[in-house]
T-cell receptor, first 114, second 114 residues
Framework: KAGVTQTPRYLIKTRGQQVTLSCSPISGHRSVSWYQQTPGQGLQFLFE???????NKGNFPGRFSGRQFSNSRSEMNVSTLELGDSALYLC?????????????FGPGTRLTVL | GNSVTQMEGPVTLSEEAFLTINCTYT??????LFWYVQYPGEGLQLLLK?????DKGSNKGFEATYRKETTSFHLEKGSVQVSDSAVYFCALRSLGGNDYKLSFGAGTTVTVRA
């Protein structure tokens, strides 16, 4: 079974631009979560989607948004990029998102904002 | 809210040494507990998990026991190898409510010398 895939793996953008990251979950998984990882803040939760609905959202500004499609694939978008948005963005999928479900992570997208 | 506190690193060990990484948590409800490992340049991989009190998770020689009375989930391995060098994250996910996110500790960097 293929794992979680994320594209692109690396991105370089400049301040003020916007970016879209993509995540394809494991086949059969309907829950997709996004996390931001930085050396200073560690791993922080962005949002979680299940059946095309956002169920939970972390404490990030409105510049961070996401969506999920009917095939469970998910995208996240960051508008008006800031230097502080440079991070590794990780996507994780699970079967239903229940508390005992295991979240399986993709390799991440490394975003650098110049 | 939920929070995880894990042992500060970095930790440097010799091959075949005993490894322990302390993890304690604060949570509402009855959380599931996880240890994830991150190798350089990669995403997170699930190492082990426990979903109820007194459960022991184990994988690849690593073990952790869910201790409700001490709110702890310490990771141990009896004989580490150079290939165990990585960053280890303790995480929890609450049962019940609408909080589907994983809450992570800060991570502990482990380096094993030959």
């Amino acid at each position: 079974k293929a794992g979680v895939t994320q594209t692109p793996r690396y991105l370089i953008k400049t301040r003020g631009q916007q970016v879209t990251l993509s995540c394809s979950p494991i086949s059969g998984h309907r829950s997709v979560s996004w996390y931001q990882q930085t050396p200073g803040q560690g791993l922080q939760f962005l949002f979680e989607y299940f059946s095309e609905t956002q169920r939970n959202k972390g404490n990030f500004p409105g510049r961070f948004s996401g969506r999920q499609f009917s095939n469970s694939r998910s995208e996240m978008n960051v508008s008006t990029l800031e230097l502080g948005d440079s991070a590794l963005y990780l996507c994780a999928s699970s079967i239903s998102g229940g508390s005992t479900d295991t979240q399986y992570f993709g390799p991440g997208t490394r975003l650098t904002v110049l | 809210g939920n929070s995880v506190t894990q042992m500060e690193g970095p930790v440097t060990l010799s091959e075949e040494a005993f490894l322990t990484i302390n993890c304690t948590y604060t949570a509402t409800g009855y959380p599931s507990l996880f240890w994830y490992v991150q190798y350089p340049g990669e995403g997170l991989q699930l190492l082990l998990k426990a979903t109820k009190a007194d459960d022991k998770g184990s994988n690849k020689g690593f073990e952790a026991t869910y201790r409700k009375e001490t709110t702890s989930f310490h990771l141990e391995k009896g004989s580490v190898q150079v290939s165990d060098s990585a960053v280890y994250f303790c995480a929890l996910r609450s049962l019940g409510g609408n909080d589907y996110k994983l809450s992570f500790g800060a991570g502990t960097t482990v380096t094993v010398r030959a």
